[in-house]
């Protein structure tokens, strides 16, 4: 949704910092007291925070080159990682992008390969590459210690992350986390029909989220997918993790998020359920939840000196 308004998105975004007593920090550390507080009012500030960032592209060798904004500004940094089709203009991206102007935090939002103003084949996308995708990021565009928000597919991405990169990645809010999500949907399939998918070498996989009513998925897009499951193991990651998830989720269960909370090693790690949310949370609510969670975690990060 690139065409999110200025007044929505100051509707969904907490003050912060310039009064003191309207963040009142109890547990965990004032979230509580944020969510508690009209969502429909618009900070003072965001009149101020127009400046726009440009899009750019992050080249690289014989790799697809990458369309991504970046906005400038103090650690740690904000990466938003998008779901499976998505691209760096919805609705909590952009949101995501506000909330850290108003903080003079740096953000960067991107588009995979193959999606968006990206370069790159879509029916030659993996989950292998799209990992290497959001590795190019951190490595290349990224200063300093990073917090990761992926939704969906991009959660699943966002772990991958942390685990290949943990000198750099701080903390993870994972919405509707998909760990091994298209996966696990294509395993739950009858025997029948995974054959037949298998055969056509295409999933038809019915959904609400295009027009179209269906996303073509390639079968060898699932099979390179089973190597990058996580779920079978612990998962080594050590560093904050907040799982938020709507109950109204029909296309990623919100048990999976019970499920990765407890395959994390990391001893730090809250779940976050919202009774009637889907699996975007996208709505007001949603997005006040989102950037209190970020507020808490970046809170949480400067008293141990990050």
């Known amino acids: 949704m690139a065409g999110v308004s200025m007044a929505a998105v100051a509707s969904w975004l907490p003050a912060r910092r310039w009064g003191r007593a309207i963040v009142s920090f109890g547990l965990p550390r004032g979230l509580g007291t944020l969510l508690t507080r009209n969502p429909n009012w618009a900070p003072r500030w965001l009149p101020a925070c127009r400046q726009k960032t440009s ?3 992050l080249n690289r060798p014989d790799l697809p080159s990458l369309a991504y904004r970046k906005l400038k500004g103090k650690s740690p940094g904000i990466i938003y990682i998008p779901g499976y089709l998505s691209n760096m203009n919805g609705t909590k991206a952009l949101a995501i992008e506000e909330f850290c102007k108003s903080l003079g935090h740096a953000c960067i939002r991107f588009d995979y390969s193959g999606v968006g103003k990206s ?11 799209w990992r290497k995708d959001v590795l ?3 490595d290349h565009l990224a200063e300093g210690p990073q917090i990761l928000v992926g939704s969906s597919l991009g959660g699943w991405l966002m772990l991958h992350a942390a685990i290949a990169r943990p000198g750099k990645v701080v903390a993870l809010i994972g919405i509707a986390t998909a760990v091994d999500g298209l996966v696990t949907q294509f395993n739950q399939l009858p025997v029948e029909v995974k054959k037949e998918i298998e055969l056509k070498g295409v999933w038809t996989m019915p959904t609400k989220y295009n027009e ?3 996303y073509h998925i390639q079968y060898s897009f699932i099979k390179e997918a089973e190597h990058h499951c996580l779920l079978h193991s612990p998962i080594p990651v050590n560093c904050p993790v907040r799982l938020l998830h709507g109950m109204k989720d029909d296309i990623i269960p ?16 809250d779940v976050i359920l919202r009774k009637h949310s ?3 949370m996208k709505e007001k609510a949603d997005i006040h939840l989102l950037v209190c969670t970020i507020d ?11």
């Open 136 to 138: 190019s990021v951190i």
């Open 55 to 57: 899009l750019s592209f």
């Open 119 to 129: 370069d790159g084949n879509l029916q030659e996308s993996t989950v292998g590459k």
């Open 296 to 306: 808490d975690l970046i809170d949480k990060l400067s008293v141990v000196g990050i």
């Open 278 to 280: 889907e699996h975007r």
């Open 212 to 214: 179209e009513g269906f």
């Open 254 to 269: 919100w048990h999976t998020s019970i499920q990765i909370a407890d395959r994390l090693i990391s001893t730090d790690v």
